[in-house]
């Protein structure tokens, strides 16, 4: 990736919206908050939520939902992943298995996931620290605190413990 500066960073940051869309659509469902977005060129290619308590399956996340919907590409060189929270460890094998380049995450304040594993296989990440991300994720942790540590089981928090 080449070096970003001034209006680069603000198209490479705009379509975050599809993935925070996603996790807003998922908490109205009566969902978990937690969206994916894949994008080419700022364009959309597919986008996922969270379908844990939907389909009442633990695996159901974000990244794995986005990623099923996109279809078999063959090329992902020139994709930007967006989701609201740091993968976990089996949405980040997705992510390195399709060698996505770049992931931009909402925000990393309530768990740490996996960032440091995609960063040391060269995935890069960028960290927005979005506050309606962080305000969606605080509501939700603090009506569902069980479902949000369930969905996250053995995923490292903030501190990076498991
Ligand atoms: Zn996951």
């Known amino acids: 990736m080449p070096i970003l500066r001034g209006r680069d960073v603000d198209k490479l940051i705009e379509p975050y919206h599809f993935a925070l869309e996603q996790a807003e659509i998922g908490r109205r469902e009566g969902g978990v908050p937690d969206g994916a977005a894949l994008v080419r060129g700022g364009s959309l290619?597919?986008?996922g939520h969270n379908r844990r308590v939907q389909q009442g399956d633990p695996?159901?996340?974000?990244v794995i939902d986005c990623l099923g919907a996109v279809g078999v590409q063959e090329e992902y060189a020139d994709t930007v992943l967006y989701v609201t929270r740091p993968p976990c460890p089996v949405c980040a094998e997705a992510i390195l298995e399709r060698t996505i380049p770049v992931v931009v995450v909402g925000d990393d304040s309530f768990c740490a996931g996996e960032i440091g594993l995609l960063n040391s296989r060269g995935t890069k990440?960028?960290?927005l620290?979005?506050?309606r991300t962080r305000k969606l994720v605080a509501e939700f942790q603090r009506l569902c605190p069980r479902l949000w540590s369930a969905d996250l089981e053995g995923v490292p928090d903030s501190t990076g413990t498991v």
């Open 125 to 127: 990440t960028l960290v």
């Open 59 to 62: 695996a159901a996340h974000g």
């Open 45 to 47: 290619l597919a986008a």
């Open 129 to 131: 620290e979005d506050s």
